[in-house]
């Protein structure tokens, strides 16, 4: 009786300890599966964040659909007025817009790539091969960045001037087809994402450096080179100073013919602020189309990381 009752009781206990065991599993799964909720002060803050970030934006809209007299008052306008396409139309008459906008395209377009493809590349460079002097190389690099630009700029113009470039898009794509800051964003962010492993497994299987950076290194690297497009796009559209000097209002970038708008004796700024929202119009949409594609690749290399 003692011999057949104790593995009934065996099992008894211990079917009986296993369901607190199961309880707590469903209770820790419940809670793994529960979505967390900001307090309402997360959400009023980032409301107050969201309309001084668009406030700007705004203004320049409400500017630009006025006239000169009534921007000039005080208080200024808080809201729209009836100018706003006629104001469009005479900055994209007086400034050249089309032209300008052609040209900003081409430039921060080239630029962009450009520094995208040679960033990423002199990043795994940096980052997963061995060579001598690397170090000494990435702190080359890095030291550029404390360099002011302004130092460069009557060097960089006489050579433009003797290539022959002057006044010519490729005097303002060229000088800056690379930028350390990229080179040191992407060496950074492959030094973290890229594994050593997946870079010697590809060497195991017989592959050379650039077929490793085409096949490995670009698929992981794919939300960083993202964010540094859209980075290096943005500042490339917005440049002034540069092109300014290189550049006259026969071939301008867009900020370059926004100067035409301000010239004379007395400025409308109206027309101003309208030549600013042509200007910017284009940015906005490239963000509303790719943004979303870029903020998902952000979030899959950080998961991925």
């Known amino acids: 009786m003692t011999t057949q009752s104790l593995p009934a009781r065996t099992g008894s206990a211990v079917r009986t300890s296993r369901k607190p065991a199961g309880r707590g599993g469903r209770l820790l799964r419940q809670r793994a599966g529960r979505q967390h909720h900001a307090s309402p002060l997360a959400y009023v803050l980032l409301a107050v964040m969201a309309l001084l970030s668009i406030f700007p934006l705004y203004w320049t809209m409400v500017a630009a659909s006025t006239d000169n007299t009534r921007v000039s008052q005080t208080p200024p306008p808080f809201l729209p007025g009836p100018n706003l396409f006629s104001n469009l139309a005479r900055a994209w008459d007086e400034a050249a817009m089309g032209k300008a906008m052609v040209n900003s395209l081409i430039v921060a377009g080239v630029i962009a790539l450009s520094t ?9 460079a940096f980052a997963k091969l061995r060579f001598k002097g690397r170090n000494a190389l990435l702190m080359l690099v890095i030291g550029t960045m404390l360099v002011p630009p302004q130092l460069g700029v009557v060097p960089l113009f006489m ?46 299987d017989g592959a050379h450096s650039l077929r490793i950076f085409w096949s490995i290194v670009l698929p992981v690297a794919r ?8 980075i290096t796009f943005v500042h490339a ?47 906005l949409a490239m ?18 990381g």
């Open 159 to 204: 050579m433009m001037a003797e290539l022959g470039w002057s006044q010519q898009l490729p005097a303002v794509i060229f000088p800056t087809l690379v930028s350390a800051v990229g080179v040191f964003f992407m060496r950074q962010y492959l030094s973290e994402a890229l594994p050593d492993e997946l870079v010697e497994a590809g060497r195991v």
């Open 237 to 283: 559209w917005n440049d002034f100073f540069w092109p300014f000097v290189v550049l006259d209002m026969t071939n301008p970038t867009v900020p370059v013919a926004l100067t035409q708008l301000s010239a004379g004796y007395v400025r409308d700024q109206s027309l101003i602020m309208a030549g600013a929202l042509l200007g910017t119009l284009p940015l």
């Open 287 to 304: 963000f509303i189309v790719f943004g979303r594609q870029i903020v998902s690749g952000i979030m899959a290399g950080a998961v991925k």
């Open 223 to 230: 939300p960083a080179m993202a964010v540094l497009f859209m």
């Open 116 to 124: 995208v493809m040679f960033a990423t590349l002199a990043g795994f």
